[in-house]
């Protein structure tokens, strides 16, 4: 059982293209969190969330907590955002992780 | 600040070698959170701490795992004996004030046991 399930697993997007990956989780939550794995590995964190929403430049998060559902979009997709994309949810003392999204914007 | 910082980058070892990776975390953040990653089951909340005292591991797959923090500036995580199941990326992570804020991640360390 995966407390937090992903989609799309693979997304292949042209440059300019608006994006959206989606997260959805059945735990109770605290918080939650996108983060960014570079294709060399390196781990960025995106957004912490515990309701509504955040922007960033050209990044948007949302989250509903009735739902247990968040979202994140990328306007003006650019192949630099090439990228797997983590959700986590922090609950009590666990984080659990999604399986990620590897996300692919084409020139 | 310098950010998260871990050593060594690469290790490889035999199975039955103890192994022992090292994490900065950066100055004033009071939490610090050890995570493996592999292909099989993604990235892992292993153990944290909070003001170096571990606060959850049951993350921490087997006896033969320890982690320490012996001060706000180092942690150590160490596999004692090492098996090539083990092989996996270690990230150490660190985050202030509490669990649930933005957690700013080193660089991993990439395990092969042999």
Known sequence: ?107 | DAGVIQSPRHEVTEMGQEVTLRCKPISGHDYLFWYRQTMMRGLELLIYFNNNVPIDDSGMPEDRFSAKMPNASFSTLKIQPSEPRDSAVYFCASSFITRYNEQFFGPGTRLTVL
């Open chain 1, 1 to 107: 059982k995966n407390e937090v399930e992903q989609s799309p697993q693979n997304l292949t997007a042209q440059e300019g293209e608006f994006i959206t990956i989606n997260c959805s989780y059945s735990v109770g939550i605290s918080a939650l969190h996108w983060l960014q794995q570079h294709p060399g590995g390196g781990i960025v964190s995106l957004f912490m969330l515990s309701s509504g929403k955040k922007k960033h430049g050209r990044l948007i998060a949302t989250i509903n907590i009735q739902e247990k559902h968040s979202s994140l979009h990328i306007t003006a997709s650019h192949p630099r955002d090439s990228a797997v994309y983590i959700c986590a949810v922090a609950t009590g003392n666990q984080f659990y992780f999604g399986t990620g999204t590897s996300l692919t914007v084409i020139p």
